[in-house]
């Protein structure tokens, strides 16, 4: 759509509800109405007078920003809808990355946007856009936990599928190492850089934040890596004594429920998933009774 004409609709839509308007129409006025409606969780009046703003100033990154929170706070995830329902919340999802984008536009370096952006792609299953996202967020703040938590899981996710897939392939047994296979080298070639990619973010990760999920994902890399020892079972070895390590002191944290971290933004949903529950009593990385 031609943007003077959006502009001349926006400002048409804005002088609808004349009687509504205390204060003269601008965009400081409908910035500062929107940004109090946002504070009073009366979105939907957020959203009008934001959207307001943005046709009278086209350049406010205050009300981009403020648009972008508000409809991403409309938009629910995984929601039970009808087909209509559903359309129009994800119309939100859509409009709140849109506006988040425009904000990148203003300010690259929002880590804000930057990580809305990755959450919204990685809970989208589209792992490369979101590593994207997170890793411009840890070049603005190479200490953001959600960043490096995230993109630590990214990294087991996907090396984790690949060993899976080929360890199907071959029909082996879940307590059969790859580690003398002929297969073994082609996957270690390609899982080995995000492997250790993924233990240095978590690293980090754990550094910051006292998170039995962290020390969780920690414990399932140093095991990815252990299969893929090609032929040095001593190097096998080591990283299944510290995945366990790993293991012990994620359990350790669960029975400290104060000290874990239970989310990454402020809210529940802004985390990646927990890790795999730890293994059967009896097994290697089992929490103690």
Known sequence: MNRMLLCWLLLSF????????????????????????????????ATHHLECAIALDPESREAHL??????????????????EACAANDRLGLRAMQEFEKV?????SNTE?????GWRHYRSAKSEEADRYYRRTLEVDPNDFEALYTLGV????RSYRVRQ???????????????????CTEI???????????MALLQRASELVKSNDVEAYLSLLYQERADIQCGD????????????????????TRRNPERMVINCMGTSSRCPPPAPPPPEAGQPGACPN
């Open 104 to 108: 990148l536009e203003f300010d690259p």
């Open 66 to 83: 403020y648009l972008a929170r508000t409809y991403d706070v409309r938009y629910v995830e995984s929601p039970e809808c009808g087909e």
């Open 188 to 198: 270690r070639i390609e899982n080995l850089a995000r492997i250790e990619d993924g």
């Open 165 to 183: 897939e080929k360890r199907a392939e071959l029909k082996l047994r879940r307590n059969k190492a790859l580690i003398n296979l002929p297969s």
């Open 154 to 157: 990214i990294q087991w996710q």
């Open 233 to 252: 079972q001593t190097s096998h070895d080591q990283d299944m004594r510290t995945s366990v390590e790993w293991a012990d002191r994620a359990c350790k």
């Open 14 to 45: 804005c002088f609808i509800p004349p009687l509504l308007h205390s204060q003269n129409l601008n965009a400081t006025s409908e910035l500062q109405l929107g940004i109090a409606a946002y504070d009073k969780a009366k979105y939907k009046d």
């Open 113 to 117: 946007a930057l990580n809305t952006l």
